[in-house]
């Protein structure tokens, strides 16, 4: 390993990302999401005119590339930051190309499509979110599931938000603050946690947001920047939002944070970025939200996000919501292997900053030296192993049943074989 030459690229890379922000670049201007379901309420809707400048980035994208070639591939840490600016150079290189087919071109190089085939499995993403909403279409309107209520304001929401992660993050001073420009609930950095302004919060969003935003999100970053020999583990890059969202909606998923209505917008997003990219239009997905239960504010939201491309149509299409869902099957399924195979230091490595599960295996050799440093903030659902491994044992078992041969009065006719051949 080249020390020297890591430090200086690793300062390299940490200094030109620092102008390349994806989600704050593309930015609608406040009001155009009101406007829009103005025009909606009186039976004549247009598509949203949008207009994003494209930052001028290119001699970072230029100093980047310019890494990249530096970098040994064969050395796990030169990989990274090769990987890494790699990463950044194309986030440029999409903001660059805002409002145009290109850069969908480079979301797609950085989150992929939502029917890209797992080849060991033989199914999509597309497959993933279907099966979900096939099964919560029948649980909708059951009167025994109770509609979730939202009677919290975005002010209480932060305050309360705000205690939580003071108690959490004992060495580090992380703002919490309300925004009225934001399109999801709450969007977490390593030192700020933005929470929209116009929202309106459940008991259940308290614990989601703060297992996938305060514990996850904010976690890794803070313990990233902790990373004294590799600075640039603390930057939220392109390439790991993968592994990043997959933790955070398994982090939901175990500490039951996650409800059905969570669950079905993670599914419809998957449904309807493969919408945008084979044609639909801003007016196409909000129709699609809106016939799918969520509401008229929810709905114009949820396409907005789809659209942060600088188009309406045209399949210019941010590809990131993609991602949640093939993250979760991802994550989960790295980490019952993890157990399977006696690696539970992976779950480690992958709170030690922000890192693909690819990252946390070819770098585990220089945690385990000493290199690089355990991740100091770490929620309880990951921290305590004993429970992981034996909730992710238990997953891999269950795994094995096969639902679609089974169906409830196969228990009635259970018992009363059981019967018959304890008389025999």
């Known amino acids: 390993m080249d020390k020297q030459k890591i430090q200086k690229l690793d300062a390299a890379l940490v200094k030109a990302s620092k102008k390349i922000k994806v989600l704050n670049t593309l930015a609608w201007p406040v009001g155009t999401e009101e406007k829009f379901l103005d025009g909606w309420r009186k039976g004549k809707p247009q598509l949203p005119d949008i207009k994003i400048e494209p930052p001028n980035v290119k001699s970072n994208v230029d100093v980047l590339d310019a890494i990249v070639k530096q970098c040994t591939q064969e ?27 290109d850069f969908t071109k480079y979301s797609i190089k950085i989150y992929g499509r939502p029917d890209a085939i797992y080849k060991l499995q033989g199914l999509t993403g597309v497959d993933g979110a279907k099966f979900f909403l096939d099964v919560t279409d029948k649980l909708i309107g059951n009167p025994n599931i109770q509609p979730t209520e939202t009677d919290i304001s975005a002010t209480d929401f932060a305050g309360w ?40 919060f459940s008991q259940l969003d308290k614990d989601q947001l703060l297992y996938h935003e305060a514990f996850v999100h904010t976690a890794t970053q803070l313990n990233g920047r902790k990373q004294l020999n590799l600075q640039s583990l603390g930057l939220g890059a392109p390439r790991t939002t993968r592994t990043q969202e997959g933790i955070a909606v398994m982090a939901e998923l175990i500490t039951n944070s996650i409800d059905i209505s969570r669950l079905r917008r993670i599914a419809l997003r998957v449904i309807a970025v493969k919408m945008a990219l084979d044609g639909a239009d801003f007016i196409d997905l909000f129709k699609f939200f809106l016939e799918a239960g969520q509401s008229e504010e929810e709905s114009v ?9 600088g188009a309406v149509k045209g399949g210019v299409v941010f590809t990131k919501d993609a991602v949640y869902l093939q993250g979760l099957l991802e994550v989960h399924t790295f980490l019952r292997l993890a157990i399977r195979d006696n690696q539970p230091n992976l779950m480690r490595n992958l709170f030690a900053g922000r890192l693909t599960m690819a990252d946390a295996l070819r770098l585990n050799p220089l945690f385990e030296s000493g290199w690089l440093i355990p991740p100091t903030y770490m929620p309880t659902w990951a921290s305590d192993l004993r429970r992981l491994a034996a909730m992710m044992a238990y997953s891999a078992f269950i795994g094995n049943v096969k639902l679609d041969k089974m169906y409830l009065n196969r228990y009635i006719e259970g018992e009363e074989e059981i019967k018959a051949q304890a008389e025999l």
């Not at 150079?89 to 409002?99: D, Q, S």
């Not at 939201?301 to 491309?309: C, H, L, T």
């Open 75 to 101: 050395d796990p840490v030169e990989k990274f930051l090769a990987e890494t600016a790699l990463s950044y150079a194309n986030a440029g290189r999409m903001l660059m190309h805002v409002g145009t087919p």
């Open 161 to 200: 938000l705000k205690a939580e992660v003071d108690e959490f993050f004992q060495y580090d001073s992380v703002e919490v603050m309300v925004d009225q420009k934001l399109s999801s609930k709450a969007l977490a950095g390593a030192t700020r946690i933005r929470v929209r302004g116009s929202a309106v």
């Open 301 to 309: 939201k949820s396409a907005q996000r789809i659209f942060r491309g």
